[in-house]
């Protein structure tokens, strides 16, 4: 069975740096095919793909937040963090990782969602 | 870019059918396959359909999807629905910027 649980604060600061962890069972980020991915949906908002890494640690992200945004993966320990520098406001959101099927590009599994509120 | 565009909300009454659109724009629909989710409240998104049409193991066969080319869009249909639908549901393709697009999202209300 394949769980992933996100962790990471509930609040931060506009500026702070944001570090979430997804940490993962039922599979293993060195199997050949694998991949996990971080999506975000803001309040009232759709959901919003920010970033992936794959079995051969080859990393991808949202155009738009590319500069702000780092992936990397501890295999020994199943999980995949992500980075984001520089947090507003507007990057409120809750915050899920996936695991992401790369033949057709879905994603067959989800954590339950971390929310992050950004506020001084 | 890319782009999925789906009806705010719709409502239908138990046991019923309804159908939510996906419509794509800056793209051909069918160049890629498109997924469908599921988001109950409080829950982990799951997986309802992929490659377009296609249930994972445990989704019923009320579940439906398809694609009209004619449109560029995608549907999931329910039919015989029941109150334990209600949800968000949003549809995911890909995209050849960004890799992954998602679109809007539809509340479905089950009255």
């Known amino acids: 069975q394949v769980t992933l649980r996100e962790s990471g604060p509930a609040l931060v600061k506009p500026t702070q740096t944001l570090t979430l962890t997804c940490t993962f069972s039922g599979f293993s980020l060195n199997t050949r095919q694998m991949c996990v991915s971080w999506v975000r949906q803001p309040p009232g908002k759709p959901m919003e793909w920010l970033a992936l890494i794959d079995w051969e640690n080859d990393k991808q992200y949202m155009t738009s937040l590319k500069t702000r945004l780092t992936i990397s993966k501890d295999t020994s320990k199943n999980q995949v963090v992500l980075t984001m520098t520089s947090m507003d406001p507007a990057d409120t959101a809750t915050y899920f990782c996936?695991?992401?099927?790369?033949?057709?590009?879905?994603?067959?599994?989800w954590g339950q969602g971390a929310m992050v509120t950004v506020s001084s | 870019n890319f782009m999925l565009t789906q009806p705010h909300s719709v409502s239908e009454s138990p046991g019923k059918t309804v159908t939510i659109s996906c419509t794509g724009s800056?793209?051909?629909?069918?160049?890629?396959?498109v997924q469908w989710y599921q988001r109950r409240p409080g829950s982990a998104p799951t997986i309802i359909l992929f490659?377009?049409?296609?249930?994972p193991s445990g989704v019923p066969d009320r579940f439906s999807g398809s694609i009209d080319s004619s449109s560029n869009s995608a549907s999931l249909t329910i039919s015989g629905l029941k109150t334990e639908d209600e949800g968000y549901y949003f549809c995911q393709s890909y995209d050849s910027n960004d890799l992954v697009v998602f679109g809007g999202g539809t509340s479905l209300t089950v009255l």
């Open positions: 490659e377009d049409k296609h249930r």
């Open positions: 996936a695991r992401l099927n790369l033949r057709s590009w879905y994603f067959d599994s």
């Open positions: 800056g793209g051909n629909i069918a160049s890629n396959f």
